[in-house]
């Protein structure tokens, strides 16, 4: 049963006017099989936690650790945190032209599965996993992402998160920019992999309304580099009457309209 | 990524630009046969201005031939391969030499050999293979390569070995001939190589021309395309890859003298390593009397390490207004971090993505080659050339 402790994390990020510290203390744990809602307004740093646990180079860790199963997820290399289990679907997934999805995806199963899938295996798995979320299958032969609508690419993170099953998944701002449609096919893509998995879920949003669909276990708020409140599901419908006045002092709202 | 871009769309009015545009129109350059018709260059001239004459073997101040370029050619079947002596009067008809270099290697070369394509009929690819004289020896060669009337061919030209050559490669594309040249540059790390490419395009005639150079000291190319009828089409296509202490570069010239042709230039290449140093120049010429030209050129350039140096220049002139399109664009880069480490966020280690998105960069060039023997080849290449230096 796989853990990720987070304790009193503190990271910088270098900027023009020298490092700036983001993180400011962040403890929390997500064991097998929960869901955890990590909901904040804008700068708040809820990105800058999911940059700095899948080990993006420009967040540095000053102080705190982050364990996965006991192990030092912050002395991995970032392609190690991924073998090791952990996920990241990315708010802006990135263009990588002239590498085909199929090819990028093989690429990326094989070094996470420790062995090349069998082929005629493999092709079924990503047929099914990309028609599951209404994936074109011409899709496969494009670029990475190149290209690709908003919706189309959050489809796509969706689908490696399928496929590479890792044991902790965060999930930073999956619906940001997704339409109605597109945000129950995604989510339903989530709950399809944790009804099959024990996985462990970090979900990153600013809004309540991703919530209507993955259900979460707990829910944080996040404001000013650390996690100000904990609760469970309740707490979500408390920010959607209320928003985030009581945390940052002004008013910013956590439900659309 | 550090990336400047311009793309530009040209239409109206006659202009010139691109940082470091000749003071003089392209059309002005001068061309010769005779070697001593043109200065021995010291290396300020604006043809000359990127290249490190000191390591050019003395070809550009009459060094005369030590050796002699042996070449092979595997012809397929209606292909015609032959030798012929100076005075042969196909020699010389595809173009005028351009530089002094190219003068020399037309006025010193003894022996040319002329390939024909049959016209009207389709033939496998012929292979030309040229291997340089031998280390501190100095060689010069000439080439012709002649499709006739709705030929339809690929040659692969493949440069091989070591020590110091300069060439004038011919190519007379008849009227409705589908010619395709493979130009590889996969010299020995010794090697000079100083090559001019003269094509000459008939009525309705496609050109295919791609160049491949990763081996060589010094390598420099000047492909010149020229049109005698409507409907010429040329595609000239570049990869490189320059490691540490090499210099590559590049010289395109399309000369939009007819109306109605069109010309497309994509050249790509990487760089890693100290002082490894690529050229790309990009001269296109739309005359007043080539109403109805389409063109575009584009040169890209990833910059896989620190100490790396890429120059790219592009230079449109356009003297009508009257055409269908004509663009540029040029781009310099660092590698993507941001791109690396999404494919590492997918569990794929460092080495293998890197080779990865410099595979993917690659691709567009490899994909549009045409011939599959060459291009699985060159994709085994770029990947020795990525192991080299464990990028």
Redesign the interface.
Known sequence: MATLEIKDLHVSVNTEDGAKEILKGVDLTIKAGETHAIMGPNGSGKSTLSYAI????KYEITSGSVLLDGEDVLEM???E???AGL??A?QY???????SMS??LR??AT??RGEAPKLRHWVKEVKEAMSDLDIDPAFAER??NEGFSGGEKKRHEIL?LGL?KPKIAILDETDSGLDVDALRVVSEGVNRYKGSSEVGVMLITHYTRILKYISPDFVHVFAAGRIAESGGPELADKLEAEGYVKYIGKQEAASIG | MAVTTEDQQHGLTAHSHGAGAPVTSRADHFTSFDVNAFEVPGGREEIWRFTPMKRLANLHNGAEATGTATVEVTAAEGVAVETAARGDERLGTAGTPGDRVAAQAWSSFTEATVVTLPGDAKSEPTTITVTGPGAGQVAYGHLHVHAKPFAEGVVVIDHRGSGAYADNVEFVVGDGAHLTVVAIQDWADDAVHVSAHHAKLGRDATFKHTVVTLGGDVVRLTPVVTYTGRGGDAELLGLYFADAGQHLEHRTFVDHAVSNCRSNVVYKGALQGEDAHTVWIGDVLIRAAAEGTETFELNRNLVLTDGARADSVPNLEIETGEIEGAGHASATGRFDDEQLFYLQARGIPEEQARRLVVRGFFHEILLKIGVPEVRERLEAAIEAELEAVGA
């Open positions: 899948a080990g993006h180079p290399t970032v392609d945190r991924a073998r996920f990241l990315m997934p990135v263009e990588v032209p002239g590498v090819n990028f690429t990326a070094a996470v670029s990475v490696q590479l």
